[in-house]
């Protein structure tokens, strides 16, 4: 969860024997539809007064892109890739790639500029499935980025190399069958 610390009053200051490290935590699930509560969570954080980023990679359908986010009050920027339809298969057209590059590009630029505290990947996991985002380029982005901001992936399919960092793993499992 993103840390926030308060000082006792305004005109004294602390000096802390440690810093504040984000954490990176997975929700992850058998099916594709258990976004609600890791958005909740987002918004939670963002009414408290921290920015947050979230970015469906898969999610399409709006013709959004990062040149058009959501912004949901004043702390909480949501992006979805600039695609015509939902990403359910690892077969793309060439413009369809490059959306989703773009789309990934521009979060790591304005993750590693520090922009936002908290960062939604949803379904990144899946992208990374599909071979359509390198597994190393998102680890290497996770050791680059800034040490205050926490991760939340959320999604299928979750490479064992992100599950074995995560600090915080949560299954999400159907305990009914519909």
């Not at 976004?35 to 954080?45: E, G, K, N």
């Not at 058009?68 to 695609?83: H, S, T």
């Not at 990403?87 to 922009?115: A, C, F, N, R, Y």
């Not at 936002?116 to 990374?128: C, M, N, T």
Request: aromatic share 6%.
């Amino acid at each position: 969860m993103v840390a926030q610390l308060e000082t006792p009053s305004l005109n004294s200051t602390l000096d802390f024997p440690y810093s504040v490290e984000g954490i990176v935590q997975v929700f992850t699930s058998s099916h594709r539809s258990f976004f609600t509560s890791v958005m909740s969570q987002a918004l939670r954080i963002a009414g408290q007064g921290t920015a947050v980023l979230v970015v469906q990679f898969l999610k399409g359908g709006i013709r959004q892109g990062q040149e058009n986010p959501i912004r949901l009050g004043q702390k909480l920027d949501w992006i979805r890739c600039d695609l015509p339809r939902c990403i359910d298969t690892p077969h793309l057209d060439e413009s369809e790639t490059k959306s989703l590059q773009k789309l990934w590009q521009h979060t790591q630029k304005v993750v590693l500029e520090g922009q936002y505290s908290l960062v939604v990947l949803d379904e990144l996991s899946l992208a990374i499935h599909f071979g359509l985002i390198a597994e190393t380029e998102v680890l290497a982005f996770l050791d680059k980025r800034p040490n205050h901001v926490d991760i939340i992936f959320t999604g299928s399919q979750m490479p064992k190399s992100i599950l074995e960092i995560a600090d915080q793993i949560t299954e999400i499992r159907r305990s009914h069958q519909p």
